[in-house]
């Protein structure tokens, strides 16, 4: 059976891939961020995963606001990426397992998600900045992925309860695929920052505080926050926390934060980086 391993959850700010083909991890700038890794690649040469659920949002690469699905899942054999105009390469194309993607396809429409499904599906930075930095310097990426796009762009948007429950209903069905695989769930995008209108450049740290404390194991209080109060609170590009819901919905198992890194800004943005390690109720007994 399919064993879902843990989640992390990552900030993609565009200026990091430039930052990664510049080679400039160590500069005074960028240091703080990218410290926060070395961790997280300790985490997946230890744990090993087959393959990684990806909940993000596109920009306007795969989609635009003429037709912008609330929920789109991938079920390509490999996710190929172009240039989005931000000065940096474009990546290597990414394998998709397409068989895991049915299997989750058909468990989401049977929960009563509307989703969208992708035969073919083209992924933008908040895919591959976030495999770039999980796993550096690779030309084929260790993982295969099914990218789940989350519309954070145009409203009216899904609520953090309905992201937290897609993940939910995605994390059950992992856990009943027959396959022996390890699976990792990955949230990118956040945390607070607006870059348009009168409050660009707009940063709350108490708010992604309680954001990072809370998703640990109380993330349904979250979900208590409409979209509205959340832009509020975290600006209007803020609400890309919606992937980070749908990461943790995903964890069905006993939960804990084994890391997390918090620094500002990177380019307009707060960026965080989290580790969530989900281990089942056996497990944790076995242990
Ligand atoms: C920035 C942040 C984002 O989430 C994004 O998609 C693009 C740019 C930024 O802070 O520059
Ligand atoms: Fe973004």
Redesign the pocket.
């Known amino acids: 059976m399919a064993t879902i391993i843990g989640g992390v959850a990552t900030?993609?700010?565009?200026?990091i891939g430039k930052a990664i083909a510049e080679g400039k991890q160590g500069d005074p700038y960028w240091k703080p961020f990218f410290k926060g890794f070395d961790y997280v690649h300790y985490w997946l040469a230890r744990e090993k995963p087959d393959v990684a659920v990806v909940f993000y949002n596109d920009?306007g690469l795969n989609f635009f606001l003429d037709k912008l699905p609330t929920f789109a899942v991938g079920a390509a054999k490999e996710y190929r990426n172009e240039d989005e105009g931000w000065g940096i390469p474009v990546a290597p194309a990414i394998a998709g397992d397409p068989d895991l993607s049915w299997h989750l396809i058909n468990a989401l429409v049977a929960d009563e998600f509307d989703i969208t499904m992708c035969q073919d599906m083209l992924v933008d930075?908040?895919v591959t900045i976030p495999m770039k930095l999980m796993w550096p310097g690779k030309n084929r990426h260790p993982v295969r992925i099914v990218p789940v796009s989350i519309n954070t762009v145009q409203h009216p948007l899904p609520s953090l309860k309905r992201c937290f429950n897609l993940g939910h209903s995605i994390g059950r069905a992992i856990e009943s695929y027959e396959p022996n695989m390890r699976v990792m769930v990955i949230g990118t995008?956040g945390l607070s920052?607006q870059?348009d209108g009168k409050r660009a450049g707009f940063i709350n740290k108490e708010f992604d505080k309680l954001c990072m404390d809370k998703i640990v194991n109380e993330a349904e209080t979250l979900t208590h926050y409409s979209i509205h109060d959340f832009v509020e609170e975290a600006g209007a590009?803020g609400v890309?926390f919606l992937n980070w819901m749908a990461m943790r919905g995903a964890l069905t198992g006993n939960v804990s934060e084994v890391h997390r890194n918090y620094h500002i800004p990177?380019?307009?943005?707060a960026a965080a980086t989290v580790v969530l390690e989900n281990r089942s109720l056996a497990e944790r007994k076995a242990a």
Do not use: M, R
């Open positions: 900030t993609h700010v565009p200026s920009h930075h908040a995008g920052h870059l590009q890309e990177i380019s307009n943005t």
